[in-house]
């Protein structure tokens, strides 16, 4: 797969408490196949491109604990590490601001527990937003789905929806400029915070084994898928 010929950046937003985990844990440190998910996730993005700025935002009261991780597992990817702020808008400003010395290229913005994304997406989603200026990563719905209102559930049409997933790319002066609008409950991600400051957002495809850990059901599904990964990776005999 070749490299991009224009500078790429990557932020990795890990600013979660995992209550919903019921861990003793924030869900980025729980260890996945021998190693804490958030490694397995700035692995992806290393193994695309070991040159690529890697900036990690992380809670402030984690980042002691983040470091002693990195000596435990003799991790070396290097990363810029930055403490978030209070909401997921405030983290992403962060880790932009620890980019300020660039000026151009591409950036993609990831959340910690997705530690699955493949190369290809990172690939299509990085040259989709040079060449467009947005890129966010989706998959169609498998399931039937109904809109609630009240008392009163009604069928709608599943096609007309996609589910979101990360990472999300723009150029980065684009993304920089949009996440110097005022905070808003409505922004949900950054693909809302760059269509509110008036740009298109354009879908690339995504994968159903991209999810994002939450539950531990999902700890499940994220030992199998990586020792599918393992299985297919192993020498035949």
Known sequence: MQEPSYPIYTIVVAGGTGSRMNAPLPKQFLPVAGLPVLMHTLLRFHAYNPAMPLVLVL?????????????????????????????????VQNGLAALRIYEDGVVAVHDGVRPFVTQAIIHTAFETAHELGTAVVSVALKDSIRRVTGNVSKAVNRNAYKLVQTPQCFRLPLLRRAYEQGESSQFTDDASVVEKFGHKIHLVEGAYQNIKLTTPEDMLLAEAILAAERSNQSPKQ
């Open 59 to 91: 809670p402030a009261a984690e980042l002691a604990t983040w470091k002693d991780l990195c000596l435990q597992y003799d991790f070396r990817v290097t990363h810029q590490v930055v403490a978030g702020g209070k909401t997921r808008f405030q983290s």
